[in-house]
């Protein structure tokens, strides 16, 4: 279903990192949020939180076409 397409999108990268001994010398954290429909109370905050620290955020939300 859509609602979970951006969720199977997360799943599959890190798979594929983790499956081509990806080891980077940053952290990747792997966020999945549901009822964001409702509002992005959980996405929202820790966009915030990223912008001030000078983080990268890359949202999938929908991934399907």
């Known amino acids: 279903s859509l609602d979970a397409s951006g969720t199977s999108a997360v799943l599959q990268t890190l798979q594929i990192l983790a499956k ?8 990747i954290e792997f ?4 009822g964001e429909e409702l509002g992005l109370c959980g996405s ?11 983080k990268v955020r890359i ?4 991934a399907s076409s």
């Not at 966020?31 to 549901?34: C, D, E, F, L, R």
């Not at 949202?59 to 929908?62: E, F, I, V, Y």
Request: hydrophobic letters at 25%.
């Open 20 to 27: 081509n001994g990806y080891s980077g010398g940053r952290t």
């Open 31 to 34: 966020h999945a949020y549901a």
């Open 44 to 54: 929202h905050v820790v966009a915030e939180q990223y912008k001030a620290e000078g």
């Open 59 to 62: 949202s999938l939300d929908s």
